[in-house]
C-alpha cells in the first residue's frame, strides 16, 4: 500500500522571503545611489561653507567662534589654496585659522553664496566639485565690493566625511 504525499505548507515562508527579498532590494537601492549621497553631502558641504563665510553686524562671539570652527572642520591639514592676490600657497590648520581670523576681523558683515554647483566623482573617496562663488560685504572701514568668482575643489573622503584638500578661485568667463 502506498503512503498518500503529505501537503507541505509554504504560507508560513512567504513572510521570510519577502523580507529577503525587501532587504535585497534596500541593500541595492543602497548601493546604487551612494554616488548620488556623495553628491549631496559634498554639495551640502560647500553651502555650509559658504554659510560660515558669511557674517552680519549683530553677530554674537559664540556664533562667529562657532562658524570659524565649521570653517576650519571643512578642509583637510593642510589645504591648497589659490586665490589670485588674495592667498596662495599650501595652509596647514593653524595657518588657516589665524587667515580665517583675520578675515572675519577686517569685515564688518558679508554675504557669500555658492551657486551652480556641480559634483565630479573622480574616485571612491575623491572629487571635484565646480561652483559660482559670490561675496558682497563692507569692510570694517566701511569700503564695499562684491566679488564673482568660479572655483574649483579638490574633495577627499576621510573617516566617512567630505573634506576639501584644494580650492582655486579663476576670473569669471562672460
Known sequence: MKKPLKKMYFGKYIFAVLLLLALAAGAWYWYSSAEKRDEALIAKLIDTLAADLSKNHKESTATALL?????????????????????????????????????????????????????????????????????AGELKNSMSDTIVKDIEAELIKLDGRWLIRSMKFRNVLH
Not at 76 to 102: E, H
Not at 112 to 124: F, L, Q, R
Open 67 to 135: 562658524k570659524v570652527k565649521g570653517i576650519a572642520g571643512a578642509f583637510t591639514d593642510p589645504m591648497t589654496l589659490s586665490m589670485d592676490r588674495y592667498a596662495a600657497g599650501s595652509y596647514d590648520r593653524d595657518r588657516l585659522l589665524s587667515s580665517i581670523g583675520r578675515y572675519r576681523t577686517m569685515i564688518a558683515q558679508a554675504n557669500v553664496t555658492a551657486s551652480d554647483i556641480t559634483v565630479e566623482m573622480t574616485g571612491k573617496n575623491s572629487a571635484r566639485a565646480y561652483f559660482s562663488g559670490r561675496f
